[in-house]
């Protein structure tokens, strides 16, 4: 497959100067066979990223009025009023999380919505927005219906999203200041700034609004404006966040205290403040983004999901994407062990610990967000494998996966420096580590046997506490 292919989104040369933005046909990884799988009803907490992966198997599975059905539900969501304590958030908001309330009595189910007035450090979802009209888009491209896009609830759903993050304040940069907490990794862990995830999602998900946005007076303002800011952040996190074996050693060599335009060293960094297990990660050939970019400050972590979903959207060259997989196969031991997939690496550890994640309990040293590993993302460095035309890599990752997934009940994630642990607080038959798997597998064109351990109608995920 093409390595500069765009993941299902047109041209859109007529409407912007972003030419290579060549069209990555979604429905080519979607037009899959339809699998008979039981359902269950589970009334645990839904988090909209974990409900991506499912809704991917729906569709692919030939189900895509759940989807809509979704897309509709949540949008409703979003004109929820959404208030924190005497604070109102912004309109466009997108739900952090939801439950659905059965009422056996009435024989109905309500949905109830968390904005971040429940989650842990009462921090409102960045990425939520994004991952809703991500799937909007996935939704078109796989079934070809554009009606659901063009109607005025959608259009309004992504304008209202766009308004949060294209609207102008002190910036200097064209990337998303955040709080820490703020999307996949939703509890303390140093990604305050500008985290690779959700600079990535940002790009995607402008991507994707820029083909469904209708051409009309409000459409075209909105339009002008994603432009301008993907021609922006492209080249910031193309110039600022790739890190490879030539970069760190320039980065290794700056002079610090530059004032002018003329600036190498546009940060600031301190060269002294690169951390040492960085020199021995970096291979001479492959590079990766890198966490965290901002005055003075670099977070040299390797983080999954943004570098999977910077190559999906291309907001990284075709060059650094196959150096994302070169990084991937040289680093193996690193990054994928023997479960794939390594959300962040290095986990910190020691006193970095206590200071970064406050002495969270969860996030110990390789555990849950701190180096854990996550069956999950195996969906999504298949599809980053299949569009460098690297499937070799994939195939080898899910058949590590194999080898434990169904035995260990499908965990949430697994601890230990090569994942070889189930996860200390790990939910057992977890929706997104079954619908990871299964997306994984279906792009690939495999085929699964499941055994009596797999989940069957009323049984529900184990909850923690």
């Not at 959404?82 to 997108?94: C, N, P, Q, W, Y």
Request: hydrophobic letters at 40%; a neutral charge.
């Amino acid at each position: 497959m093409d390595g500069t292919k765009e993941m299902g989104l047109r041209n859109v040369s007529s409407t912007c100067s972003i030419s290579e933005m060549d069209d990555f046909d979604l429905s080519r990884l979607l037009d899959k066979p339809r699998l008979n799988i039981e359902r269950k009803r589970s009334f645990d907490e839904r988090f909209l990223y974990e409900i991506f992966p499912s809704a991917l198997a729906f569709l692919m599975n030939g189900e895509p009025e759940i989807v809509k059905n979704f897309l509709l539900k949540t949008l409703h969501l979003q004109g929820w009023e959404k208030r924190i304590d005497r604070f109102k958030l912004g309109e466009g908001a997108m739900p952090a999380s939801f439950k659905v309330l059965h009422d056996p009595i009435r024989k109905t189910d309500t949905l109830i919505a968390d904005f971040g007035e429940s989650a842990i450090g009462r921090v409102a979802p960045v990425d939520s927005g994004f991952w809703w009209i991500i799937l909007l888009r996935a939704y078109t491209k796989s079934t070809g219906d554009l009606s659901l896009a063009e109607t005025s609830e959608c259009q309004k759903g992504m304008r209202l999203i766009l308004s949060l993050c294209l609207s102008e304040g002190f910036d200097t940069f064209p990337t998303l200041l955040c709080a820490d907490g703020c999307s996949m990794i939703d509890r303390r862990m140093g990604i305050y700034g500008y985290p690779i995830e959700i600079q990535a999602l940002f790009f995607m998900s402008l991507r994707c609004a820029l083909s469904m946005l209708k051409h009309d007076t409000e459409g075209k303002e909105f339009i002008e404006r994603i432009v301008k800011r993907l021609h922006a952040l492209r080249y910031h996190m193309r110039s600022y966040f790739w890190l490879d074996f030539q970069q760190l050693n320039d980065i290794y060599r700056y002079k610090t205290e530059e004032y002018s335009h003329t600036a190498v060293n546009k940060f600031n960094v301190i060269p002294d403040s690169i951390p040492d297990w960085v020199f021995d990660f970096m291979p001479t050939r492959g590079g990766y983004f890198i966490g965290n970019v901002s005055p003075a400050r670099m977070d040299f972590r390797w983080f999954a999901l943004g570098n999977c979903v910077a190559i999906l959207s291309s907001l990284a060259t075709p060059e650094q994407s196959m150096a994302i997989m070169d990084l991937i196969e040289s680093r193996w031991e690193e990054l994928v062990g023997e479960m794939p997939l390594k959300i962040a690496y290095p986990a910190i550890e020691s006193h970095e610990w206590r200071i970064v994640t406050g002495c969270d309990p969860k996030n110990t040293r390789w555990s849950y967000h701190n180096g854990g590993s996550w069956p999950v993302l195996l969906w999504m460095l298949t599809a980053a494998c299949i569009k460098t035309g690297r499937p070799q890599i994939a195939r080898r990752a899910i058949d590590l996966a194999e080898t434990r997934l169904l035995k260990d009940s499908w965990p949430e994630y697994y601890d230990g420096k090569v994942g070889r642990f189930i996860g200390k607080q790990a939910r057992k038959y977890q929706t997104w580590s079954i619908a990871g798997y299964l997306v994984a597998k279906m792009m690939l064109g495999g085929s699964f046997t499941f055994g009596d351990d797999f989940p069957r109608r009323g049984q529900t995920n184990e909850t923690s506490d």
